[in-house]
């Protein structure tokens, strides 16, 4: 299907890459789109860096404030996850610097079990143990580098280059094949 994307409230770096300076700017996909019904399985793909790896900023967000995807974020300089049901964060190992590259993806496996990866590695934490809300596990998206809810806002600052959505979980081996593709080319 075909999707306007508005690049108005979005900066640029002297090479062309979307620069977000946690205050104002971000990627409206227009209106909130499904990449994956309940239970079905999404990735979340990434290559990040932040300006501030402890202020809380979020990968991704909807108008749609019900299912966990709306809450992929930076949080503690950790990946994490907040489960809407049981209204507590999760996080992967990793501790963020600022002004460093990260290709960061995070896999909705089945409706009751997520996991993180950072530079092709799954991540630990408590993310990986946790049984999630199945009835919490579909993907909406509408904002790359911005959370929105209910007149309150968070974004992202720094840079995303990439981004990708899928409407199913990748496989370890197929998150190493594209962190391999980025390595390079972002200097990870």
């Given amino acids: 299907r075909t999707v306007d994307i508005s690049l108005g409230n979005m900066s640029f770096d002297s090479t062309g890459q979307p620069e977000m300076d946690g205050t104002n700017d971000y990627v409206d996909l227009g209106t909130d789109i ?10 979340a ?8 790896a402890s202020t809380l900023q979020h990968f991704n967000g909807c108008e749609e404030d019900v299912h966990n995807a709306g809450w992929l974020a930076l949080l503690s300089s950790k990946m994490a996850v907040w489960d809407r049901s ?12 600022s002004d460093t590259r990260y290709h960061v993806v995070f896999v909705q496996e089945t409706g009751t079990s997520m996991q993180f990866y950072v530079n092709g590695v799954a991540e630990g934490g408590d993310h990986a143990s946790f049984t999630w809300t199945a009835a919490k596990s579909a ?19 720094g840079h995303i280059p990439v981004t990708r959505l899928y409407n199913k979980a990748l ?15 972002f200097n990870i």
């Fill in 171 to 185: 496989t370890a081996s197929e998150i190493k094949q594209n962190f391999r593709a980025y390595k390079n080319r």
């Fill in 86 to 97: 049981a209204n507590v964060w999760k996080y992967g190992d990793t501790v963020f610097a």
């Fill in 34 to 43: 499904e990449i994956a019904d309940m239970n079905q399985g999404w990735t």
């Fill in 139 to 157: 993907f909406f998206a509408r904002y790359i580098g911005r959370y929105e809810y209910g007149g309150y806002s968070r974004y992202w600052n």
């Fill in 45 to 52: 793909e990434y290559v990040v860096n932040t300006d501030s």
